[in-house]
């Protein structure tokens, strides 16, 4: 008798039938040791060919920090698009499936020298900056790279805001950009990021107006500048619908038309939306108890092993292995003996028994690429589906 | 008035029904299992909260599940029904003369019970002498069956529950070994209107095991979608042509109808690419 899954509405809205069903194949067949992280390849595809899509003369850069598997990024690179990278460690990802240097850029406005050198050695020539110290960087190692410059912009309304660590205003970004002319770079163009799992879509206005003034003041300084990466930010669905990335797209090709000169190259970097929503984490039941009023909920993945952004806030919606008990409210908990290690309060699930497989869907982004080993829990693998 | 609401995560539309009377609830070792009695369709078959059929429109899924396959095979005898505890499809097998023996396996003794209890005009035939019946997953019989068989027929509940064993690669290939060199295999596919994906999903894996693969499709007023489709797989035979004379009593299903169920070629490609967005 195979396993049965409590499936409600809620599910079916954030995940589809062929997925669910390839899920589920996959694990009547073989379970290997739990947690683990399942992809539907076919999803990623979907979401892939949708990105930039209504966005004029656009490229794709895949954020290979959402998911940096190897056999994720040669399925992506398959796809005809290229990678965004921060470290040596992508890059050597990169390197080994034999990604062309065209493909690559990289946005980590701080990077690291021996990055800087081997990514230059490599031959990849775009690059993100917002300090002089980090034009002096470049220059030195990886000179005549193209380069723009990070605008700091508001976050709110994205549940992993980011722009506090990175970005400059505009009197200083119009500064870096003459610095880096001096210094035989040569300085593209503008990005911005309005944080990960971006639900406020005025962000990306408030982004794009800040851009535009800066491309004007370059312009008064002669400088012409040609592209606007707008980075990533698109949200997926975690718990309930979110607005979809059509209608995103669609505002910001609208502004650009606006405000930007027609021959302007757009680049946008998704990580969470091509990965996040195709993922499918797989986890078993360890314990249960009654603390106080309270049930607990023990599985075998937790903020360590894979589940770090509900530190964050990002709530996820779980499919319970069931035997159609009665709902109840629970506070759910990873293995580890760390009292930070809990992952939801006060959801409602049916009952499993012990040894019940628990799937936390929309987790493909974030979750694995977190992932440490901490008290010998293992990391979850992915496998592609 | 008490009103049954069908629990069907991926259908977008409701769908409820007027209970007149509830003549059964129980519980199988697989699932829920529910008889009402609703006054424009009579009793209905619920199991884990689909329905599964309603006396008075059940004729049009078994008659086009069944009669598609038998009448484009040129002579069927040996007949696998996996699901089908109604037994509506054996019922429906049943009305060919060419036919010798049935295999009706089950994996819920639970269903045959309570359709002979309660749906007489379907389960009539199940316990005629040509008729086997096997209480089992249907995936492991047919992994078990000499590879002898002319049709095999899945009349199974939802993909998503615990029938979707008989859905994936490795069934289909089982399927394709019991199979004679003409057989031919057909099993429901969802709504073209609301399970698209996954009827092309079912295409697709079924391409992987057979050399001809079709689509056909019958409206269905009470099943989500409506737009039911049938997706067959076939050995060497081309399942759109008939190759017996059409001479059994049926309701819906006839020769004609036969030719104008399957998909036209162009719709069936623009399905497929998912070229068809709403």
Known sequence: ?385 | MIRFFEKEPYSPIEYTYEVEKVLYKGKSQCQEILVIENPYFGKILILDGIVQLTERDEFFYHEMLTHVVMHAHPDPKRIVVIGGGDGGVVREVLKHGTVEKVYLVELDEEVINISKRFFPTLSSKVDDPKVEINIMDGADFIKKVSPSIDVIIVDSTDIIGFARSLFTEDFFYSVMKALKQDGMFVTHSESLHFHLDIVIEVQKILKKAFPLVDLYSVPIATYPGNWWAFSIGSKKLNPRDIRRPFEIKTRYYDDEIHRQAFLPHKLYRKLMDKKLIW
């Open chain 1, 1 to 385: 008798m195979l396993r049965s899954f409590n499936i409600d509405k809620l599910h079916a809205k954030l995940i589809s039938k062929p997925t669910l069903f390839k899920a589920l194949s996959y694990i009547d067949k073989q379970i290997i040791q739990t947690p683990f992280l399942l992809i539907d390849t076919e999803k990623m595809k979907e979401k892939i060919s949708l990105i930039g899509e209504n966005i004029r003369n656009s490229k794709v850069f895949y954020a290979l920090k959402a998911n940096p598997d190897v056999a994720i990024a040669d399925f992506v690179s398959k796809q005809n698009i290229g990678f965004e990278i921060a470290s040596e460690g992508e890059l050597k990802i990169l390197s080994s499936l034999g990604i062309k240097p065209a493909k690559i850029i990289s946005s980590n406005p701080v990077k690291s020298i021996k990055f800087l050198e081997m990514a230059a050695d490599y031959g990849v020539k775009c690059f993100s900056y917002d300090s002089t110290d980090e034009v002096e960087k470049i220059a030195k190692y990886a000179p005549r790279s193209n380069v723009y410059v990070r605008l700091s912009v508001p976050n709110e309304g994205s549940e992993w805001p980011l722009s506090k660590k990175f970005g400059v205003e505009l009197d200083d970004a119009v500064r870096l950009l003459s610095y880096a002319k001096q210094k035989a770079l040569n300085p593209i163009g503008v990005t911005f990021h309005v944080g990960s799992q971006c639900q406020n879509p005025y962000n990306w206005n408030i982004a794009i107006d800040k851009a535009k003034i800066l491309w004007d003041m370059a312009e008064r300084e002669g400088m012409k500048l040609s592209l606007l990466n707008i980075g990533g930010g698109y949200p997926i669905n975690y718990t309930k619908g979110t607005i979809s990335i059509d209608i995103i797209e669609s505002n910001i090709n609208k502004l650009i038309l606006e405000k930007f000169p027609e021959d302007i190259e757009i680049y946008i970097e998704p990580g969470r939306s091509i990965v996040g929503d195709a993922g499918i984490l797989v986890s078993t039941v360890i314990g249960k108890a009654k603390r106080y009023d309270e049930d607990w909920l023990y599985i075998d993945v937790g903020i360590f092993n894979g589940l770090m952004e509900s530190l964050g806030g990002i709530r996820y919606s779980y499919i319970v292995e069931n035997n159609k008990s009665k709902n109840k409210r629970w506070t759910m908990a990873g293995p580890s003996c760390d009292s930070f290690d809990v992952i939801d309060r006060n959801i409602t699930l049916p009952e499993p028994d012990i040894g019940c497989l628990i799937l936390i869907l929309s987790s493909g982004a974030y979750t694995v690429s977190y992932a440490s080993e901490f008290n010998g829990f293992s990391i979850p693998k992915n496998i592609l589906i």
